[in-house]
């Protein structure tokens, strides 16, 4: 019998020697390491009576344990539950009661507060705090450092990951064994990673970005990662010299460019840098490949589907766009309403179909009905269109389509005239309530460094390129837009800001 995930991730490093974790002060942490950690806290986890198929709810700050207790769960054949280390604890009670985890593992500072949460809904609590001292390891560290792999199907739920609540109230998206190991193996191949591979590694362990998408392509792989707590600029110039390689939201890419310390010489032994979780700026891209002559790969993805679309490793990465659908996965472009398959170069909702589409939503059978279709493809909430040489774009989110005087809009299109003006860094475009149209377009605008953006200008673009129904009726300037956790556009709050403007 087998465990699949665990046997093709982590099992085949079980005896090796060769380094897995480059920590921030210096320390390297072995494959057998590791994987001697994650035993014991499987042990100790076991120990206390949970059984395959338990929930493990973790809210806890990134640290190499923190990596090693998803090793344990997966080992252990228990899902793993990772949780944003922003959410306070009365959200952490909703996402603890909502998926009825049997352990929750949280940081010393929120003991305190979560246990009579705990109490109440049966679940036992553990602490596992960022210097890797909690009741967990002290139980842990008594144990054996190896574990009877317990045996797991393909169609098991490996993890439940809660998706960024963007758009509303995050879900928790079932991802079973398959649909994790399915994507690192493709992605490895895809895009060239080996056991030579140092991924420079800065993202949070909550989100399938870091968690998924990073890890388990370096492991995967064979490969070993600089790990570090966070996106810390000073950290990542001094480390970037060790890796061959980065994963990281556009965030990272512009700061690293608004920093003179980046430099082509401080880039030039990089193998692949990649960016996800929002759109990259096609400016970015650009900015960046003139200072170091890489060109950013830019993929696509979800926390129910791992990875869609990637630019390709050889040929043409094509800025503005998310490139084509992996290998064994299949990607269509639908009428939001009829659901039909539109003609190529329309914009639709963006549906697709593979092993690494997730079960459902934990707990909601409606929705799961509502998007994820008998046929298996999931209707992503994504809007976009393929062009004519295959290249995915992505529109927007439907729920940031705007709908005025009968009329959609697609806020993207505006949002790239906007974006092309001089004195404009970036911008948001909404809908917000109006009395005669419904609803009605307003542009925010971020300035670039010390100018002013001048607004006749920016709207006569919009004029000179745009037909008036998509014209915004006011353009306003904030310092920054509201991003999460992920560098998500937070637009929901753009919209609650706004609301009263026109009506
Ligand atoms: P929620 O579903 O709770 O509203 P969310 O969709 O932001 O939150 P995630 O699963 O973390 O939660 O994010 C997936 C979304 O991120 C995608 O549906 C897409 O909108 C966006 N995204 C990911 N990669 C890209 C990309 N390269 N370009 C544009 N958008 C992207
Ligand atoms: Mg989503």
């Given at each position: 019998m087998t465990n699949p995930l665990y046997d093709r991730l982590f099992g085949i490093h079980?005896?090796?020697?060769?380094?897995?974790l480059y920590l921030q002060d210096g320390k390297t942490l072995t494959h057998m390491d590791f994987l001697a950690v994650a035993a014991q806290m499987a042990n100790a986890m076991v120990q206390t009576g949970l059984m395959p198929g338990d929930r493990v709810a973790v809210q806890i700050q990134k640290s190499p344990e923190a990596l090693a207790l998803y090793a344990a769960c997966v080992q252990a054949g228990l899902v793993f539950l990772p949780l944003n280390t922003a959410y306070t604890v009365d959200e952490l009670s909703y996402f603890i009661q909502n998926s009825g985890a049997s352990l929750v593992v949280c940081d010393e500072r929120s003991e305190e507060e979560l246990l009579p949460v705990t109490r109440s809904l049966g679940a036992k609590l553990q602490t596992l705090n960022?210097?890797?001292?909690g009741t967990l390891m002290d139980q842990a560290?008594?144990?054996?450092?190896a574990f009877v792999t317990v045996d797991r199907k393909d169609d098991d739920l490996a993890a439940f990951l809660y998706t960024s609540g963007t758009t509303g109230r995050s879900k928790g998206a079932m991802l079973t064994q398959a649909n994790l190991l399915s994507n690192a193996e493709t992605l490895v191949d895809y895009w060239r990673f080996t056991d030579k591979d140092v991924l420079l590694h800065a993202l949070p362990i909550f989100h399938t970005h870091g968690l998924f998408v990073a890890t388990n392509v370096t492991l995967a792989a064979g490969g070993s990662m600089v790990f570090l707590p966070k996106f810390d600029l000073d950290v990542i110039l001094e480390k970037?010299?060790?890796?061959?390689s980065m994963m990281g939201v556009p965030t990272f890419y512009t700061r690293l460019l608004g920093d003179n310390r980046f430099t082509h010489d401080l880039a030039s032994h990089m193998r692949l840098f990649i960016s996800g979780s929002a759109p990259l700026l096609a400016e970015t891209h650009t900015q960046f490949e003139n200072l170091t002559g890489h060109r950013i790969l830019e993929r696509y993805g979800m926390t129910e589907t791992n990875m869609n679309t990637s630019n390709p490793y050889d040929g043409g990465r094509r800025a503005g766009t998310v490139g084509f659908p992996l290998p064994g996965v299949e990607l269509k472009i639908t009428d939001p309403e009829s659901g039909d398959l539109l003609p190529a170069g329309e914009v639709g909702q963006i549906e697709v179909r593979g092993p690494n589409v997730f079960k459902g939503y934990w707990q909601m059978p409606e929705k799961t009905a509502a998007e994820l279709r008998e046929d298996g493809f999931f209707i992503t909430g994504d809007l976009g269109k393929i062009d004519e040489d295959g290249y995915v774009h992505i529109v927007g989110r439907n729920k940031d389509l705007i709908i005025s005087g009968g009329y959609n809009i697609y806020p993207k299109e505006i949002e790239l005239v906007l974006d092309e003006?001089?004195?404009?860094?970036e911008s948001a475009v909404v809908g917000v309530p109006h009395p005669d149209f419904g609803e009605t377009v307003l542009g925010i605008l971020v300035a670039e460094n010390g100018q002013t953006p001048d607004l006749d200008k920016a709207m006569n673009a919009v004029r000179d390129s745009l037909?008036?129904?998509?014209?915004?009726q006011k353009l306003v300037v904030l310092d920054e837009l509201p991003r999460n956790t992920m560098g998500k556009v937070q637009k929901n709050i753009l919209r609650e800001r706004y609301q009263g403007m026109f009506s």
């Open positions: 079980a005896s090796s020697t060769t380094p897995f960022a210097d890797g001292s560290h008594g144990m054996p450092n970037m010299p060790l890796a061959t003006q001089d004195d404009v860094l037909a008036r129904f998509k014209h915004p």
